[in-house]
């Protein structure tokens, strides 16, 4: 069963979230997760979004999810994560 992870991000500094997200695809790949969506909140419809990108990755299971948030190359990024955005990250699973 498929298993989605949001995220959303409040960025800080601008040159080192880009630094992350051209980092972070590959280790998500390794994983077998693919990316559904990323942009620019452009409009809150309901609601109030204090941050300014949304995005959306589907892996095969919460487990290769799991697998893939627990591994030494992405929680090599942690600390770069960090200081480039205030992100809520949380792991979705299809019902």
Known sequence: MSAFLSVTVRVKNPEKLQQYISQVPATIAAHGGEKVSR???????AGSAEYQIAAVFR???LDALEGWYGSPEYQNLIALREESAEM??????EF
Do not use: R
């Open 59 to 61: 892996f095969p299971s």
């Open 39 to 45: 942009g620019k909140v452009v409009k809150t419809l």
């Open 88 to 93: 809520n990250i949380i792991a979705l699973q």
